[in-house]
């Protein structure tokens, strides 16, 4: 998973000129600070398809997404990190921050570009963080899946036996996609569910749902349910 490595000689960055630059200054002044390990906070890994085919629907998903880390900056007890991927193996990783502080303005900076999925190396991923410090949930929002089924199921049943809940959120109708999603929701004992770029909504209260559960577990996520969080119940009725 690629970090940005960190500059010498004391010199402030260059102000970034563009997106990509803007995206790279971010990821340097975060690989910079220390990573948190305060005992009891949840960890959770929110992981991001980047590539061209959600382009027609980008806007409105990326807006949606940012909001994650507002709900998880309101939750309290959340470090989170986020990783995505695009173009011709581009992978990138944030380290974790306390409740998302700055990931939603990085979301912003953020452009698609062509380029397949890289679902092994997000699972790849979460597999080491994990044996570092426990990770409590991994949340992964794409619309297609360009890889080897077999080889996703072996991670995501690694990462059930070390107790991440994988929450596959599945843009779109392509049913290879789904399949794959639903699957590695099920090894992982997590939950799957799609939305619709037209129902931002939904995506919004699925995002609230994992986050809450990545901060307080189960108990979080079943309190969600009785104070009326259809999307909430929705997870709860996969989960085991």
């Known amino acids: ?3 940005v490595p960190e500059k010498t000689g004391g010199k402030s960055p260059a102000p970034a000129k563009d997106n990509t630059s803007a995206v790279d200054a971010f990821l340097d002044r975060a690989a910079k600070t220390p990573a948190l390990h305060e005992g009891g906070r949840g960890r959770l890994v929110f992981a991001l398809d980047a590539t061209m085919s959600r382009q027609p629907t980008w806007d409105v ?11 998880a900056a309101k939750l309290g007890g959340l470090d989170v990190q986020l990783v995505y991927f695009r173009g011709f193996m581009e992978c990138r990783a ?5 409740n998302g502080a700055g990931l939603g303005a990085l979301m912003g900076k953020i452009d698609v570009r062509g380029g397949q999925t890289q679902i092994e190396k997000i699972l790849k991923h979460v597999l080491g963080e994990t044996r570092k410090k426990p990770v409590g949930a991994l949340v992964y929002v794409g619309d297609a899946m360009e ?9 995501a049943g690694e990462l059930g036996l ?3 809940k994988a929450f596959m959120f599945h843009e779109g109708d392509d049913p290879e996609a789904g399949g794959a999603f639903r699957e590695i929701a099920r090894l992982t ?10 129902a931002p909504a939904r995506l919004a209260d699925l995002l609230a749902a994992a986050a ?12 969600q349910a009785i104070d009326g969080g259809e999307a909430a119940r929705a997870l709860l009725t996969q989960m085991k």
Do not use: N, P, W
Request: hydrophobic share 45%.
């Open 212 to 223: 809450a559960y990545a901060a307080g577990g189960r108990e979080a996520l079943e309190k």
């Open 61 to 71: 998903a990326q807006g949606v997404q940012g909001r994650m880390f507002e709900i």
């Open 162 to 164: 070390l107790g991440v």
């Open 189 to 198: 004992k997590g939950a799957y569910a799609a939305f619709d770029h037209r």
């Open 1 to 3: 998973m690629t970090r």
């Open 94 to 98: 944030s380290s974790f921050v306390a």
């Open 147 to 155: 890889e080897d089924i077999d080889s996703l199921c072996k991670l």
